[in-house]
T-cell receptor
Framework: EAGVTQSPTHLIKTRGQQATLRCSPI?????VYWYQQALGLGLQFLLW???????NRGNFPPRFSGRQFPNYSSELNVNALELEDSALYLC?????????????FGPGTRLTVL | AQKITQTQPGMFVQEKEAVTLDCTYD???????LFWYKQPSSGEMIFLIY??????QNATEGRYSLNFQKARKSANLVISASQLGDSAMYFC????????????FGSGTRLLVRP
């Protein structure tokens, strides 16, 4: 069974540009979560999508947005990039909304903003 | 608000010995889930073990076991017979029981296994 996949592995952008990160969940999983892990910091919750809808978002500005497609894959968009957006962005998928289902993480996309 | 605390920024352990990584949590919800993840230098978060608040027994998964002390609100991870490949960051996390079901992570513990 294929795990969660993310692309690209690395992404280098300059300030003010836009970045698009992609995530494919495990087959059969409908929930997708996005987390940001800045250098030296823990993981911070960004966004949650389930059944094609944005269900919840963390304490991030509106320039962080995304969507979930009918096949449950997801896209994270970061507009007007700032230096502090440099981080590892991790996507996780879960079978459904049950609180007892573990989240399986992808390998992450490392975004560098110059 | 729910909170996870990991007080050990770094730990050393000799190969083949056991090590305990500490995790305490704070929640007012009677129903919750606790998770441990391993993050190697590659960055991927690897699920290790899960403990539900109503589980009667401590969770075990191979060399990993969870020392769950509900009254003390602690969920320590025990790794037995440490291996060099166990060197990594370890994160304790709690599943939010509000409408988001997001994970709240601790700050992590970096474990280094010495040969």
């Amino acid at each position: 069974e294929a795990g969660v996949t993310q692309s690209p592995t690395h992404l280098i952008k300059t300030r003010g540009q836009q970045a698009t990160l992609r995530c494919s969940p495990i087959s059969g999983h409908t929930s997708v979560y996005w987390y940001q892990q800045a250098l030296g910091l823990g993981l911070q919750f960004l966004l949650w999508y389930d059944e094609g809808e944005e269900r919840n978002r963390g304490n991030f500005p509106p320039r962080f947005s995304g969507r979930q497609f009918p096949n449950y894959s997801s896209e994270l968009n970061v507009n007007a990039l700032e230096l502090e957006d440099s981080a590892l962005y991790l996507c996780a998928s879960s079978l459904d909304r049950s609180s007892y289902n573990e989240q399986f993480f992808g390998p992450g996309t490392r975004l560098t903003v110059l | 608000a729910q909170k996870i605390t990991q007080t050990q920024p770094g730990m050393f352990v000799q190969e083949k010995e056991a090590v305990t990584l500490d995790c305490t949590y704070d929640t007012s919800d009677p129903s919750y889930g606790l998770f441990w993840y391993k993050q190697p230098s590659s960055g991927e978060m690897i699920f290790l073990i899960y403990q539900g608040s109503y589980d009667q027994q401590n969770a075990t998964e191979g060399r990993y076991s969870l020392n769950f002390q509900k009254a003390r609100k602690s969920a320590n991870l025990v790794i037995s017979a440490s291996q060099l490949g166990d060197s990594a960051m370890y994160f304790c996390a709690m599943r939010e029981t509000d409408s988001s079901y997001k994970l709240i992570f601790g700050s992590g513990t970096r474990l280094l296994v010495r040969p």
